[in-house]
């Protein structure tokens, strides 16, 4: 559940909450939002790397330390100069559970995309990143978590 008892952040006593958090954070009550796992292990809490300006972000995974680049940012990884993200919330975490939004156009491809993130030490809610979709079709960009 969402604890909005606090001013200055939200916090989610479960993964799952990013979806909910995500959807008003987006003002979409229609967001598809698919978790993000760890293709290895199973694993769903990684540390992020995240370019703002590029709209870049890799996912590393805090078990098995398999890293993936998300989505269509393969594309920009080259030129996109990322840092590794500690809560800003905290201050101490670098472990976050990762869910991604897609907004759609009414034709069901993708217009933008969120990333939501929850740190799993101190649960604050959060998005480091949200990009528009510029082409179409977007079903394989939207395969790549
Ligand atoms: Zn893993
Ligand atoms: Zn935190």
């Known amino acids: ?9 939200w916090t989610g006593d479960r993964p799952e909450d990013i979806d909910e958090w995500l959807r008003l954070y987006a003002e979409d009550d229609n967001m598809d939002v698919v978790p993000v796992i760890c293709h290895t292990c199973g694993n769903d809490s990684f540390e992020l ?7 870049a ?10 890293r993936k680049i998300l989505l269509d940012c393969d594309e920009v990884w080259e030129d996109a100069r ?4 500690r809560c800003p919330v905290c201050k101490k975490s670098k472990s976050y559970n990762v869910r991604v939004g897609f907004a759609r ?26 990009w528009k979709i510029n082409y179409e079709p977007t079903d394989a960009m939207e395969r790549n978590i």
């Open 105 to 130: 156009r009414e034709n069901g491809s993708v217009k933008w995309v969120y990333i939501g993130n929850r740190c799993t030490s101190c649960q604050a809610l959060g998005s480091y990143l949200d």
């Open 82 to 85: 990322p840092r590794l993200r």
């Open 1 to 9: 559940m969402i604890d909005t008892s606090r001013e200055e952040y």
């Open 49 to 55: 790397k995240v370019d703002q300006e590029e709209d």
């Open 57 to 66: 972000i890799q996912v590393k995974c805090t078990e098995c330390g398999t």
